[in-house]
Protein backbone atom coordinates (compact mmCIF):
# COMPACT_ATOMS: atom_id res chain seq x y z
CA UNK A 1 0.00 0.00 0.00
CA UNK A 2 1.45 3.41 0.27
CA UNK A 3 3.30 4.64 3.09
CA UNK A 4 4.02 8.20 3.67
CA UNK A 5 2.13 9.00 1.44
CA UNK A 6 0.27 12.81 0.93
CA UNK A 7 -2.88 12.02 -0.83
CA UNK A 8 -5.97 12.65 0.69
CA UNK A 9 -8.25 9.54 0.92
CA UNK A 10 -10.70 10.23 -1.81
CA UNK A 11 -7.40 10.43 -3.97
CA UNK A 12 -5.85 7.45 -2.57
CA UNK A 13 -9.45 6.16 -3.84
CA UNK A 14 -9.36 7.45 -6.81
CA UNK A 15 -6.04 5.97 -7.51
CA UNK A 16 -6.83 2.80 -6.06
CA UNK A 17 -10.18 2.34 -9.03
CA UNK A 18 -7.66 3.92 -11.66
CA UNK A 19 -5.14 1.16 -10.72
CA UNK A 20 -8.04 -1.12 -11.14
CA UNK A 21 -9.13 -0.30 -14.87
CA UNK A 22 -11.94 2.03 -13.72
CA UNK A 23 -13.30 4.32 -16.48
CA UNK A 24 -14.93 6.62 -14.18
CA UNK A 25 -12.12 7.32 -12.11
CA UNK A 26 -10.39 7.70 -15.35
CA UNK A 27 -12.49 10.41 -16.71
CA UNK A 28 -12.66 11.69 -13.13
CA UNK A 29 -9.15 12.81 -13.16
CA UNK A 30 -9.24 14.27 -16.89
CA UNK A 31 -12.21 16.89 -16.08
CA UNK A 32 -10.53 17.25 -12.74
CA UNK A 33 -6.89 18.16 -14.07
CA UNK A 34 -7.27 18.04 -18.14
CA UNK A 35 -7.42 21.53 -18.68
CA UNK A 36 -4.89 22.90 -16.68
CA UNK A 37 -2.24 20.20 -17.77
CA UNK A 38 -3.19 21.44 -21.56
CA UNK A 39 -2.53 25.17 -20.51
CA UNK A 40 0.75 23.90 -18.69
CA UNK A 41 1.68 22.12 -22.19
CA UNK A 42 1.07 25.42 -24.52
CA UNK A 43 3.34 27.44 -22.01
CA UNK A 44 6.30 25.38 -23.40
CA UNK A 45 5.04 24.19 -26.92
CA UNK A 46 2.83 27.10 -27.90
CA UNK A 47 1.13 25.32 -30.76
CA UNK A 48 -2.57 23.58 -29.65
CA UNK A 49 -2.52 20.41 -31.72
CA UNK A 50 0.94 19.62 -30.76
CA UNK A 51 0.18 20.28 -26.84
CA UNK A 52 -2.66 17.81 -27.35
CA UNK A 53 -0.88 15.52 -28.51
CA UNK A 54 2.08 16.11 -25.58
CA UNK A 55 -1.10 15.62 -22.82
CA UNK A 56 -2.24 12.63 -24.18
CA UNK A 57 1.41 11.10 -24.31
CA UNK A 58 1.34 12.64 -20.45
CA UNK A 59 -2.10 10.84 -19.67
CA UNK A 60 -0.47 7.38 -21.27
CA UNK A 61 2.44 7.82 -19.11
CA UNK A 62 0.43 8.62 -16.09
CA UNK A 63 -1.72 4.81 -16.95
CA UNK A 64 1.86 2.97 -17.71
CA UNK A 65 3.06 4.53 -14.43
CA UNK A 66 0.08 4.01 -11.93
CA UNK A 67 1.65 1.10 -10.19
CA UNK A 68 4.67 2.51 -9.01
CA UNK A 69 2.96 6.07 -8.14
CA UNK A 70 4.30 5.94 -4.37
CA UNK A 71 1.77 9.13 -3.65
CA UNK A 72 4.62 11.11 -2.06
CA UNK A 73 3.22 14.07 -3.78
CA UNK A 74 -0.13 14.99 -4.34
CA UNK A 75 -1.67 13.62 -7.99
CA UNK A 76 -2.07 17.05 -9.38
CA UNK A 77 1.56 17.82 -8.88
CA UNK A 78 2.35 14.40 -10.24
CA UNK A 79 0.69 14.63 -13.73
CA UNK A 80 1.58 18.04 -14.17
CA UNK A 81 5.13 17.42 -13.46
CA UNK A 82 4.98 14.79 -16.46
CA UNK A 83 3.07 16.61 -18.49
CA UNK A 84 5.81 19.49 -17.76
CA UNK A 85 8.86 17.45 -18.74
CA UNK A 86 7.35 15.63 -21.29
CA UNK A 87 6.22 19.00 -22.93
CA UNK A 88 10.03 20.45 -22.28
CA UNK A 89 11.64 17.47 -24.61
CA UNK A 90 9.13 18.02 -27.26
CA UNK A 91 9.29 22.00 -27.37
CA UNK A 92 13.13 21.19 -27.44
CA UNK A 93 12.38 19.15 -30.92
CA UNK A 94 9.76 21.26 -32.25
CA UNK A 95 11.07 24.06 -34.70
CA UNK A 96 8.23 26.50 -33.39
CA UNK A 97 9.73 26.18 -29.68
CA UNK A 98 10.28 28.13 -26.60
CA UNK A 99 13.93 29.69 -26.89
CA UNK A 100 15.81 27.05 -24.49
CA UNK A 101 17.05 29.55 -21.89
CA UNK A 102 13.93 30.68 -21.45
CA UNK A 103 12.82 26.94 -20.45
CA UNK A 104 15.12 27.10 -17.84
CA UNK A 105 12.71 29.02 -15.81
CA UNK A 106 15.17 29.94 -13.09
CA UNK A 107 16.61 33.24 -14.76
CA UNK A 108 15.11 36.36 -14.21
CA UNK A 109 14.87 38.25 -17.45
CA UNK A 110 14.78 41.63 -16.83
CA UNK A 111 16.45 44.41 -14.33
CA UNK A 112 14.95 47.67 -12.96
CA UNK A 113 12.23 48.68 -11.41
CA UNK A 114 8.77 47.09 -12.80
CA UNK A 115 7.32 50.57 -12.82
CA UNK A 116 8.89 53.24 -15.25
CA UNK A 117 10.79 55.58 -13.28
CA UNK A 118 9.26 58.66 -14.62
CA UNK A 119 6.39 57.39 -12.99
CA UNK A 120 7.60 59.16 -9.32
CA UNK A 121 9.12 62.33 -8.55
CA UNK A 122 13.11 62.90 -8.63
CA UNK A 123 15.60 62.41 -6.15
CA UNK A 124 15.84 66.53 -6.07
CA UNK A 125 12.37 66.47 -5.65
CA UNK A 126 10.66 67.64 -2.46
CA UNK A 127 8.26 64.57 -2.73
CA UNK A 128 10.83 62.09 -4.08
CA UNK A 129 9.80 58.84 -4.71
CA UNK A 130 6.17 60.00 -4.30
CA UNK A 131 4.07 59.44 -7.59
CA UNK A 132 4.56 62.07 -10.00
CA UNK A 133 1.60 60.79 -12.36
CA UNK A 134 -0.43 58.64 -9.58
CA UNK A 135 -2.41 55.40 -11.04
CA UNK A 136 -5.50 56.47 -12.65
CA UNK A 137 -8.97 54.91 -10.55
CA UNK A 138 -10.62 52.91 -12.51
CA UNK A 139 -13.86 53.94 -11.33
CA UNK A 140 -16.37 50.35 -11.10
CA UNK A 141 -16.64 47.97 -9.07
CA UNK A 142 -15.34 44.51 -9.77
CA UNK A 143 -18.48 42.78 -11.05
CA UNK A 144 -18.08 45.79 -13.59
CA UNK A 145 -14.60 44.74 -14.32
CA UNK A 146 -15.29 40.85 -14.98
CA UNK A 147 -16.29 41.00 -18.47
CA UNK A 148 -15.39 38.84 -21.94
CA UNK A 149 -13.75 41.83 -22.89
CA UNK A 150 -11.63 42.28 -19.93
CA UNK A 151 -10.89 38.60 -19.96
CA UNK A 152 -9.22 39.30 -23.45
CA UNK A 153 -6.88 41.80 -22.14
CA UNK A 154 -5.74 39.73 -19.44
CA UNK A 155 -5.07 36.68 -21.72
CA UNK A 156 -3.30 38.91 -24.41
CA UNK A 157 -1.37 40.66 -21.90
CA UNK A 158 -0.14 36.99 -20.60
CA UNK A 159 0.45 35.99 -24.00
CA UNK A 160 2.59 38.36 -24.54
CA UNK A 161 5.02 37.90 -21.54
CA UNK A 162 8.50 36.04 -21.56
CA UNK A 163 7.86 32.52 -20.89
CA UNK A 164 8.98 32.05 -17.54
CA UNK A 165 6.61 35.46 -16.48
CA UNK A 166 3.84 33.26 -18.34
CA UNK A 167 4.69 30.32 -16.77
CA UNK A 168 4.44 31.30 -13.01
CA UNK A 169 1.37 33.43 -13.13
CA UNK A 170 -0.70 31.16 -15.53
CA UNK A 171 -0.15 28.53 -12.50
CA UNK A 172 -0.83 31.06 -9.48
CA UNK A 173 -2.73 33.28 -10.57
CA UNK A 174 -5.08 31.94 -13.56
CA UNK A 175 -4.74 27.90 -12.15
CA UNK A 176 -4.75 29.06 -8.82
CA UNK A 177 -2.31 26.83 -7.54
CA UNK A 178 0.36 27.85 -4.29
CA UNK A 179 3.87 29.38 -4.18
CA UNK A 180 5.11 25.74 -3.21
CA UNK A 181 3.36 23.78 -6.01
CA UNK A 182 4.67 26.34 -8.57
CA UNK A 183 8.30 26.42 -7.17
CA UNK A 184 8.11 22.34 -7.53
CA UNK A 185 6.83 21.80 -10.98
CA UNK A 186 9.26 24.88 -12.81
CA UNK A 187 12.21 23.91 -10.47
CA UNK A 188 12.09 27.44 -9.14
CA UNK A 189 13.33 29.13 -6.09
CA UNK A 190 10.35 31.03 -3.48
CA UNK A 191 12.21 33.97 -4.24
CA UNK A 192 12.57 33.62 -8.09
CA UNK A 193 9.46 32.46 -8.53
CA UNK A 194 7.92 35.90 -6.38
CA UNK A 195 9.75 38.12 -8.60
CA UNK A 196 8.89 36.50 -12.10
CA UNK A 197 4.94 36.94 -10.30
CA UNK A 198 5.65 40.42 -9.72
CA UNK A 199 6.96 41.10 -12.99
CA UNK A 200 4.20 39.60 -14.84
CA UNK A 201 1.08 40.91 -12.30
CA UNK A 202 3.12 44.31 -13.06
CA UNK A 203 2.77 44.05 -16.70
CA UNK A 204 -1.01 42.68 -16.56
CA UNK A 205 -1.93 45.40 -14.42
CA UNK A 206 -0.65 48.09 -17.06
CA UNK A 207 -2.32 46.19 -19.49
CA UNK A 208 -5.72 46.14 -17.94
CA UNK A 209 -5.19 49.80 -16.98
CA UNK A 210 -4.27 50.83 -20.47
CA UNK A 211 -7.72 49.14 -21.57
CA UNK A 212 -10.27 50.58 -18.82
CA UNK A 213 -8.66 54.19 -18.47
CA UNK A 214 -8.67 54.49 -22.67
CA UNK A 215 -4.87 54.55 -23.18
CA UNK B 1 14.46 61.65 6.18
CA UNK B 2 15.80 60.68 9.12
CA UNK B 3 12.86 58.60 10.33
CA UNK B 4 12.74 55.38 7.80
CA UNK B 5 9.85 55.36 5.56
CA UNK B 6 8.65 53.35 2.38
CA UNK B 7 7.50 55.52 -0.54
CA UNK B 8 5.50 54.85 -3.62
CA UNK B 9 8.00 54.18 -5.85
CA UNK B 10 9.21 51.41 -3.35
CA UNK B 11 5.97 50.63 -2.71
CA UNK B 12 5.36 49.32 -6.08
CA UNK B 13 8.30 47.23 -6.37
CA UNK B 14 7.89 45.03 -3.13
CA UNK B 15 3.58 44.69 -3.40
CA UNK B 16 4.36 41.03 -4.53
CA UNK B 17 6.12 40.31 -1.43
CA UNK B 18 3.36 42.19 0.54
CA UNK B 19 0.78 40.33 -0.71
CA UNK B 20 2.70 37.10 -0.41
CA UNK B 21 3.06 37.77 3.10
CA UNK B 22 7.01 37.63 3.12
CA UNK B 23 7.88 41.34 4.52
CA UNK B 24 9.92 41.26 7.56
CA UNK B 25 7.37 42.66 9.96
CA UNK B 26 8.99 46.02 10.34
CA UNK B 27 9.11 46.49 6.47
CA UNK B 28 5.46 45.68 6.31
CA UNK B 29 4.79 47.86 8.97
CA UNK B 30 6.27 51.21 7.15
CA UNK B 31 4.32 49.62 4.08
CA UNK B 32 1.04 49.88 5.95
CA UNK B 33 1.96 53.23 7.53
CA UNK B 34 2.58 54.48 4.16
CA UNK B 35 -0.92 53.27 2.87
CA UNK B 36 -2.36 55.10 5.67
CA UNK B 37 -2.12 58.12 4.26
CA UNK B 38 -1.39 57.50 0.25
CA UNK B 39 -4.78 57.01 -1.42
CA UNK B 40 -2.36 56.85 -4.89
CA UNK B 41 -0.56 53.88 -3.88
CA UNK B 42 -3.93 52.23 -2.03
CA UNK B 43 -5.60 52.24 -5.63
CA UNK B 44 -2.35 51.01 -7.09
CA UNK B 45 -2.55 47.95 -4.49
CA UNK B 46 -6.83 48.13 -4.88
CA UNK B 47 -5.92 48.03 -9.05
CA UNK B 48 -3.52 44.76 -8.00
CA UNK B 49 -5.54 43.06 -6.42
CA UNK B 50 -8.46 43.16 -9.10
CA UNK B 51 -6.03 41.91 -11.69
CA UNK B 52 -5.55 39.22 -9.80
CA UNK B 53 -9.08 38.22 -8.85
CA UNK B 54 -9.94 39.04 -12.86
CA UNK B 55 -6.99 36.58 -14.35
CA UNK B 56 -8.55 34.00 -11.93
CA UNK B 57 -11.36 33.92 -14.27
CA UNK B 58 -9.49 32.94 -17.40
CA UNK B 59 -9.76 29.31 -15.90
CA UNK B 60 -11.82 26.96 -17.99
CA UNK B 61 -12.42 23.88 -16.90
CA UNK B 62 -13.59 21.49 -20.10
CA UNK B 63 -11.08 20.20 -22.51
CA UNK B 64 -13.80 19.80 -25.21
CA UNK B 65 -15.70 16.96 -26.24
CA UNK B 66 -13.18 16.28 -29.31
CA UNK B 67 -10.01 15.95 -26.58
CA UNK B 68 -11.85 13.78 -23.87
CA UNK B 69 -13.08 11.77 -26.48
CA UNK B 70 -9.60 10.83 -27.41
CA UNK B 71 -8.37 10.23 -24.43
CA UNK B 72 -11.01 8.07 -23.48
CA UNK B 73 -9.64 5.87 -26.50
CA UNK B 74 -5.97 6.11 -24.86
CA UNK B 75 -7.25 4.63 -21.84
CA UNK B 76 -9.62 1.72 -23.40
CA UNK B 77 -6.02 0.95 -25.14
CA UNK B 78 -4.26 0.67 -22.63
CA UNK B 79 -6.78 -1.60 -20.42
CA UNK B 80 -7.22 -3.54 -23.19
CA UNK B 81 -3.46 -4.39 -23.59
CA UNK C 1 -7.62 45.07 26.60
CA UNK C 2 -9.31 48.21 25.25
CA UNK C 3 -8.33 49.88 21.91
CA UNK C 4 -9.03 51.73 19.06
CA UNK C 5 -9.54 50.79 14.90
CA UNK C 6 -9.78 52.59 12.23
CA UNK C 7 -11.65 51.35 8.88
CA UNK C 8 -13.18 52.04 5.60
CA UNK C 9 -16.75 52.29 5.33
CA UNK C 10 -18.80 49.20 6.14
CA UNK C 11 -16.43 48.12 8.63
CA UNK C 12 -14.00 47.38 6.45
CA UNK C 13 -9.94 46.58 7.41
CA UNK C 14 -8.30 48.85 5.34
CA UNK C 15 -5.24 46.45 4.45
CA UNK C 16 -6.81 43.19 4.58
CA UNK C 17 -10.18 43.83 3.09
CA UNK C 18 -11.45 41.71 5.29
CA UNK C 19 -15.18 43.16 7.07
CA UNK C 20 -15.25 42.95 10.59
CA UNK C 21 -18.69 41.45 12.25
CA UNK C 22 -20.68 43.62 13.95
CA UNK C 23 -20.04 45.19 17.04
CA UNK C 24 -20.54 43.00 19.51
CA UNK C 25 -19.17 39.75 17.88
CA UNK C 26 -15.68 38.23 17.79
CA UNK C 27 -13.42 38.48 15.19
CA UNK C 28 -10.76 35.52 14.71
CA UNK C 29 -7.56 35.74 12.87
CA UNK C 30 -6.27 33.31 10.44
CA UNK C 31 -3.57 32.04 12.55
CA UNK C 32 -1.77 32.77 16.10
CA UNK C 33 -0.58 35.95 16.16
CA UNK C 34 3.08 36.60 15.18
CA UNK C 35 4.85 39.55 15.25
CA UNK C 36 3.44 42.09 12.29
CA UNK C 37 1.54 39.12 10.84
CA UNK C 38 -1.45 37.36 11.58
CA UNK C 39 -3.79 38.20 14.13
CA UNK C 40 -6.12 40.93 15.02
CA UNK C 41 -4.98 44.57 15.12
CA UNK C 42 -5.91 47.54 16.87
CA UNK C 43 -4.40 50.85 17.88
CA UNK C 44 -3.69 52.52 20.92
CA UNK C 45 -4.25 56.32 21.39
CA UNK C 46 -0.63 57.18 20.83
CA UNK C 47 -0.74 56.51 17.05
CA UNK C 48 -4.24 57.64 15.78
CA UNK C 49 -3.36 60.22 13.45
CA UNK C 50 -0.96 57.96 11.68
CA UNK C 51 -3.82 55.33 10.88
CA UNK C 52 -7.14 57.80 10.12
CA UNK C 53 -9.72 55.97 8.02
CA UNK C 54 -13.58 56.78 7.42
CA UNK C 55 -14.75 54.76 10.86
CA UNK C 56 -13.12 54.96 14.17
CA UNK C 57 -14.44 52.05 16.53
CA UNK C 58 -13.73 51.24 19.88
CA UNK C 59 -12.69 47.39 20.11
CA UNK C 60 -12.00 44.54 22.36
CA UNK C 61 -8.78 42.33 22.19
CA UNK C 62 -9.02 39.21 23.83
CA UNK C 63 -5.15 39.45 25.11
CA UNK C 64 -3.30 41.56 23.02
CA UNK C 65 0.49 42.02 22.89
CA UNK C 66 1.71 45.30 22.59
CA UNK C 67 4.17 46.13 20.14
CA UNK C 68 6.60 48.73 20.14
CA UNK C 69 4.62 50.86 16.84
CA UNK C 70 1.52 51.44 19.10
CA UNK C 71 -0.52 48.61 17.57
CA UNK C 72 -1.58 45.68 19.78
CA UNK C 73 -2.32 42.30 18.30
CA UNK C 74 -4.30 39.59 19.72
CA UNK C 75 -5.66 35.71 18.78
CA UNK C 76 -9.49 37.72 18.67
CA UNK C 77 -11.12 41.03 18.72
CA UNK C 78 -14.51 42.66 18.74
CA UNK C 79 -15.58 45.91 17.70
CA UNK C 80 -17.54 47.67 20.81
CA UNK C 81 -19.12 50.92 19.16
CA UNK C 82 -18.33 53.52 16.90
CA UNK C 83 -16.67 57.00 18.42
CA UNK C 84 -19.56 59.15 16.46
CA UNK C 85 -17.38 62.38 16.80
CA UNK C 86 -15.07 61.22 14.54
CA UNK C 87 -16.47 62.39 10.91
CA UNK C 88 -15.92 64.74 8.05
CA UNK C 89 -15.87 67.71 9.84
CA UNK C 90 -13.87 66.53 12.64
CA UNK C 91 -11.05 65.43 9.56
CA UNK C 92 -11.57 68.97 8.18
CA UNK C 93 -10.63 70.41 11.65
CA UNK C 94 -7.84 67.89 12.34
CA UNK C 95 -6.27 68.79 9.04
CA UNK C 96 -6.73 72.38 9.34
CA UNK C 97 -4.96 72.20 12.79
CA UNK C 98 -1.99 69.68 11.67
CA UNK C 99 -1.67 72.69 9.13
CA UNK C 100 -1.70 75.64 11.45
CA UNK C 101 0.53 73.72 14.00
CA UNK C 102 3.43 73.93 11.51
CA UNK C 103 3.16 76.96 9.18
CA UNK C 104 4.16 79.61 11.88
CA UNK C 105 6.97 77.98 12.98
CA UNK C 106 8.39 76.87 9.34
CA UNK C 107 10.98 78.91 6.72
CA UNK C 108 12.61 77.14 3.65
CA UNK C 109 11.61 74.06 2.43
CA UNK C 110 9.35 72.91 5.58
CA UNK C 111 7.44 76.25 4.18
CA UNK C 112 6.57 74.60 1.14
CA UNK C 113 5.36 71.60 2.81
CA UNK C 114 4.01 73.31 5.38
CA UNK C 115 2.20 75.67 2.16
CA UNK C 116 0.79 71.89 0.86
CA UNK C 117 -0.53 70.95 3.93
CA UNK C 118 -2.73 74.26 4.11
CA UNK C 119 -3.70 73.71 0.86
CA UNK C 120 -5.08 70.57 0.92
CA UNK C 121 -6.88 70.93 4.50
CA UNK C 122 -9.51 73.00 3.33
CA UNK C 123 -10.93 70.00 1.31
CA UNK C 124 -9.92 67.45 3.80
CA UNK C 125 -12.11 64.49 4.16
CA UNK C 126 -11.88 61.60 6.23
CA UNK C 127 -11.24 58.89 3.68
CA UNK C 128 -8.02 60.28 2.37
CA UNK C 129 -7.00 63.68 2.19
CA UNK C 130 -7.21 64.56 6.21
CA UNK C 131 -4.62 61.42 6.42
CA UNK C 132 -2.39 63.12 3.40
CA UNK C 133 -2.52 66.44 5.64
CA UNK C 134 -1.22 65.06 8.92
CA UNK C 135 1.59 63.05 7.60
CA UNK C 136 2.80 66.44 4.94
CA UNK C 137 2.44 68.19 8.30
CA UNK C 138 4.64 66.07 9.94
CA UNK C 139 7.21 65.96 6.93
CA UNK C 140 7.37 69.63 7.26
CA UNK C 141 8.25 69.48 11.24
CA UNK C 142 10.86 67.21 10.21
CA UNK C 143 12.19 69.32 7.47
CA UNK C 144 12.58 71.77 10.89
CA UNK C 145 14.47 69.38 12.93
CA UNK C 146 15.46 65.57 13.17
CA UNK C 147 12.76 63.89 14.76
CA UNK C 148 10.21 66.49 14.42
CA UNK C 149 8.32 64.02 12.34
CA UNK C 150 7.68 61.61 15.04
CA UNK C 151 6.81 64.35 17.64
CA UNK C 152 4.37 66.17 15.08
CA UNK C 153 2.67 62.85 14.88
CA UNK C 154 2.32 62.29 18.42
CA UNK C 155 1.02 66.37 19.07
CA UNK C 156 -1.38 64.87 16.22
CA UNK C 157 -2.66 62.02 18.05
CA UNK C 158 -2.90 64.13 21.28
CA UNK C 159 -4.80 66.43 18.93
CA UNK C 160 -7.40 63.96 18.32
CA UNK C 161 -7.54 61.77 21.25
CA UNK C 162 -8.61 65.25 23.09
CA UNK C 163 -11.01 66.16 20.29
CA UNK C 164 -12.70 62.86 20.13
CA UNK C 165 -12.92 62.26 23.99
CA UNK C 166 -10.96 59.23 23.59
CA UNK C 167 -8.67 58.61 26.56
CA UNK C 168 -4.85 58.86 26.19
CA UNK C 169 -2.89 56.50 28.83
Same mark, same amino acid.
Not at chain 1, 85 to 96: D, I, S, W
Not at chain 2, 61 to 78: K, S
Not at chain 3, 1 to 27: D, H, I, N, Y
Not at chain 3, 36 to 56: F, K, M, Q, S
Given at each position: ??????????????????????????????????????????????????????????????????????????????????????????????????????????????????????????????????????????????????????????????????????????????????????????????????????????????????????? | ???? @????????????? $???????? @?????????????????? $?? @???????????????????????????????????? | ????????????????????????????? *??????????????????????????????????????????????????????????????????????????????????????????????????????????? *??? *??????????????????????????????
Amino acid at each position: MLGGTVLSVSERELLGALRRGDERAFTTLVDRYGASMLRLALIYVRDRAVAEEVVQEAWLGVLRGIERFEGRSSLGTWLHRIVANLAKTRAVREARSVPFSALAGADVEEAGPSVPPERFRGPGDRWAGHWATPPRRWGRPDHELVSAETRAVIAAAIQALPPAQQQVITLRDVEGWSAEEVCNVLALSETNQRVLLHRARTKVRQALDDYLTGS | MSVP @ELNCKELVEVVTD $YLEGRMPA @ERRLLLEEHLAFCDWCQT $YL @EQLRATIRLTGTLREDDIGPAARAALLEVFRDWKGR | MEALKFLRPGRSAPFTGVTWPPAGQWLVA *AAPPQRGRAGVHALLPDVLATWIAEELWRVELDGGQELASGIVVAPRGRLLGRVEAWNDQAAREFARACAAHVRPRASGRAAEHAADAAATAEAAVAGDSAARVGYV *AAR *AAEAMAPGGFTAERRWQSRWLATRLGVRME
